[in-house]
């Protein structure tokens, strides 16, 4: 079906920035949709950034501003560029990609962990 991997995570200082990468493969051609959400410990997951495949975007209120999410078609991959990172964004970030007649496809998520 669709696989995902994502790369970028690590550890930063407040203030720094790190950029995600998740490439897809397998199955790309149904895929109409790609974002990211992230799990801190005690917390629920919550959708940080989502991007349409030729639509919109959209991103959860406390990162608007820092994180832009993009899409590289030609290498089937999505970025999400994460400036002015706070203590709170830290989590492990999923990527995940939305096919058109299958469902929901995630990756093994990346850690990122912002210090003081």
């Known amino acids: 079906q669709v696989q995902l991997v994502e790369s970028g995570g690590g550890l930063v200082q407040a203030g720094g920035s790190l950029r995600l990468s998740c490439a897809a493969s397998?199955?790309?051609?149904?895929?109409?949709?790609m974002g990211w959400y992230r799990q801190a410990p005690g917390k629920q997951r919550e959708l940080v950034a989502h991007v349409v495949y030729g639509g919109t975007t959209n991103y959860v209120d406390s990162v608007k501003g820092r994180f832009t999410i993009s899409r590289d078609s030609a290498k089937d991959t999505v970025h999400l560029q994460m400036n002015s990172l706070k203590d709170e964004d830290t989590a492990v970030y999923y990527c995940?990609?939305?096919?058109?007649?299958?469902?929901?496809?995630w990756g093994r998520g990346t850690q990122v962990t912002v210090s003081s």
């Open positions: 995940y990609s939305r096919v058109a007649r299958g469902g929901l496809y």
């Open positions: 397998g199955s790309i051609f149904s895929i109409n949709a």
